[in-house]
């Protein structure tokens, strides 16, 4: 079988785990040690900057540029559109262990937002209006209070004894390095700029800078789950095989790549999506497009690029739902396949795919929707199995999966299909119940409230009512619509005869549409199924206690 990093040609993880080390050694051991690291591309230094880890890796900013710089905190220190002080305080610390002269040019060169939020947000400055007054500090100020070095500023620091050591050595150091005069602007621009003017000044700076790395904001990465008209999407993809594919450079980050080998060891079977790719000669735009892709997913979901179990969840998304849309589209045709993933681009795919999940997610709202399937009030599907209530409710996730309890999102036209038929059955059995038997919701509760049953009002549903019906009916009791008690319990051939389609059909009007017809007698399977299931052949009578298939009455 052949996987991803195969057809990708990727190292295995353990291989990239190794090689950071051994490049940083070769940067530091180069003749020009600046000139080599500055020649890393951005995202190639943040990546080996996090490989190696901040601790040992810290020596490599003595020789970073400013744009290698700013695009790790552009990467690290932004939580949607908002700067996080627990993600920026480590980077102001190491910028702190760097000589003189570096961190003069790094304070030139970055975005100077960024430092005056990060004082606006966690100092107070505090000043007379004449140097003679003495300068009046609130009394619930924070007690760690100390001059700036210029005697200009009451300074109040941090409660957070941490925190406020690291911003005094910042103050210090800016007046070490900047001088009083720019120190003194530095610190007087901050206390009058408003919070929000900097920080929105700075996220579009960043925003900028960012999308020439491939990345976007999250409200232009949510046009992926666009829906779209499965069928005519389809139909035009299938016409658009001949168009030209453009395809555009992405540098992507390692943790790209690592996700997509991780794919590897994931819990998943092989993909049409596989087997397709390697019919493929040249794969690089594939590739390429498959990684921004997984950005554009990871983006839309909230994670960050240091974390690298988001990547490697968003990565299983992109693959499922271009495993999806290309089944569909090419109708599992490998000749039209090929067709389709070197002309057609993966973003439509994965839409096409994702909308299908979208509308199964919208036929088990509308089954919901209708409230007919609970009998108890805090339950909305009482009255489902529960297989088929993990179905459903996996369907109602904000993400739609095969099933609640699933740890894989929906992978193929064979998931879509098996939760396509639990919505179908559900249906089914509304249809049994209102058209064959014409009882409702309101009568399989006071059936189940009047009586003691033994398994408890918790496990009455459609399937055990219906089996209940059906048997008694066929035993000629004179109301079928009953529970059975403990002395009159059937055999299972008698109860085995009840539920075939010989005794279902006849509840229903003769010109019943095929379509009906056809789910009733999967019905009618499923209920055979369940007896073979749960009803040992070695006994002829259920033990009342362990058997959740019919409704049976305590005795008095």
Sequence with gaps: MTRFSQLFKLDDRASMAKKPRDKMEALLEAPNTSDAVQALDPIEFYDLYHAVGPSDAIVLLEYASSEQLQTCLDLDIWRGDQVSDDELSPWVEQMLTLPDEKFSEFLHDLDPELLALYLHRNVHLYMAEDKNDDVDIPENESPNVAQSPDFTYWIAYPEDTDKAELLRQLVDRLYAVLGIDKAWSTLEGMHFEMESDLEETAYRFRTERLREYGFMPREEAAAIFANVDVTKEAAHMREETNAELYVQPYPSTCKLEEALVALDQASIAETFFEKILARVADRESIKVQLLALAQQVATYDGYQPHETQGFEDSMKLAVANINIGLEFASEQDEET?????????????????????????????????????????????????????????????????????????????????????????????????????????????????????????????????????????????????DVIMEDELPSRCDVIQAVSEDNIFPLFRSNLPESNRDALKRFAHQLRAEIDELWPETEEYPDPKLMPLLLIAQRD
């Design 337 to 481: 396949a090929v067709r389709l993933v070197t002309h057609i681009p993966l973003k439509r795919l994965f839409s096409l795919g994702y909308s299908l999940t979208i509308e199964l997610q919208r036929r088990a709202k509308i089954l919901i929707k209708t409230g007919l399937l609970s009998i108890i009030e805090d339950q909305p599907m009482s009255l489902l199995t529960t297989a088929q209530r993990d179905g459903i409710e996996g369907l109602l996730l904000a993400r739609p999966r095969p099933a609640h309890s699933a740890l894989t999102p929906f992978l193929s036209l064979k998931d879509i299909q098996s939760s396509a038929e639990i919505i179908a059955d559900v249906a089914t059995r509304e249809l049994f119940f209102g058209e064959g038997l014409h009882k409702t919701r309101d009568d399989i509760s006071l059936l189940a409230y009047k009586n003691e049953i033994i398994q408890g009002i918790e496990n009455v549903n459609f399937d055990n009512v219906a089996i209940t019906y059906l048997t008694r009916r066929h035993l000629g009791a004179s109301e079928p619509w």
